[in-house]
């Protein structure tokens, strides 16, 4: 069964991130990934990237992940 920290390590394995939180149960994960890569892209985009570091992992382990996408500037912003 797949773990937030293996979501973790297989998102900042192919992403540079600033901050990344994932929890989840096994089955449904939530993640909050901070890069400077998500800069000018739109949130489709930036979700796209995520999706594209994460590979087939999305369709043979990873049945639900739910992901806000910020640069540092937003996250920064959030105060």
């Known amino acids: 069964m797949v773990t937030p920290d293996d979501i973790k390590k297989y998102i900042t394995a ?10 989840g149960d096994g089955q449904h994960f939530e993640a909050l990934i901070v890069s400077d890569r998500f800069e000018g892209k739109r949130p489709v985009a930036r ?3 995520v999706y594209s570091v994460l590979g087939d992992r999305m ?15 937003e996250f920064a912003g959030q105060g």
Do not use: D, F, N, W
């Not at 369709?59 to 500037?73: F, G, Q, V, W, Y």
């Open 14 to 23: 192919g992403l540079p991130c600033e901050r990344i939180e994932v929890s």
């Open 47 to 49: 979700h796209q990237l």
């Open 59 to 73: 369709r043979e382990e990873i049945h639900a992940l739910s992901m806000k996408t910020l640069t540092p500037a």
